[in-house]
């Protein structure tokens, strides 16, 4: 079974690539990488095998990366289980200190009620 998000990294930027090659460099089906062409990717042109050029298949793989990206705000940490940045409940938060120079804050999500953490730099605090 193959990666939720493929590395991108692996493609050779220079090289085509069938749909066959693709699946098979991702550990994806090749029905995956057709889905794909539905969402976006661009073959070379309308003629069988499709093929795909490596820096536009890099290029589509960045973006839809990017996209599935949800940064969290000033005063917001990520909740696992809603999947989205969320403000702690009653906006408290503990500081815990792992080194000297850094720390994880703790809190509540105000939706689902589970912890949420954070990483954080005690400086940025």
């Not at 220079?14 to 089906?29: A, D, K, M």
């Not at 996209?67 to 815990?96: D, S």
Request: hydrophobic share 30%; glycine share 8%.
């Amino acid at each position: 079974m193959g990666a939720r998000h493929p590395n991108y990294r692996r493609i050779k930027i220079h090289r085509t690539y069938t749909v066959e090659e693709v699946s098979r460099l991702f550990q994806v089906h090749a029905n995956t990488v057709r889905a794909w062409c539905k969402q976006g990717l661009q073959p070379i042109d309308d003629r069988r095998p499709a093929l795909f050029k490596g820096d536009v298949l890099a290029a589509f793989l960045r973006a839809r990366r990017e996209k599935a990206k949800r940064p969290c705000g000033t005063g917001e940490i990520y909740c696992l289980p809603c999947r989205q940045p969320k403000r702690p409940a009653g906006g408290i938060v503990e500081y815990i200190p792992s080194s000297p120079t850094a720390g994880n804050l703790r809190g509540i999500c105000p939706t689902c009620h589970r912890t949420i953490h954070r990483r954080v730099n005690r400086e940025k605090l």
